[in-house]
């Protein structure tokens, strides 16, 4: 059973750091894709980072370029997310994301950014 299951989430002022696991179970994170969705209120969720199976390589959001960073621990099964320099406009639930035939989401942790 494909689970994934978010934490790190939190109240920060800007120019803060903050750094979201995403705990996964049922699968191997090192076989797929691993992504990391954002959705702030009102707004449509948004892909703010990936990272590919063979090589690790990595792929962010304009938005969030420089700042964010998304890696893998293959022996704990997770991925984080560091995020630093936050900003106001990163508030938002984050959800952690693969697809295993079909898609599986996490019920997200919030990062709050305010001063």
């Known amino acids: 059973q494909v689970q994934l299951v978010e934490s790190g989430g939190g109240w920060v002022q800007p120019g803060g750091s903050l750094r979201l696991s995403c705990a996964a179970s049922?699968?191997?994170?090192?076989?797929?894709?691993m992504r990391w969705y954002r959705q702030a209120p009102g707004k449509e969720r948004e892909l703010v980072a990936s990272i590919i199976s063979t090589g690790g390589d990595t792929n962010y959001a304009d938005s969030v370029k420089g700042r964010f960073t998304m890696s893998r621990d293959n022996a704990k099964n997770t991925v984080y997310l560091q995020m630093n320099s936050l900003k106001p406009e990163d508030t938002a639930v984050y959800y952690c994301?693969?697809?295993?035939?079909?898609?599986?989401w996490g019920k997200g942790t919030l990062v709050t950014v305010s001063s």
């Open positions: 049922g699968f191997t994170v090192s076989f797929y894709v």
């Open positions: 994301n693969v697809v295993v035939g079909v898609g599986y």
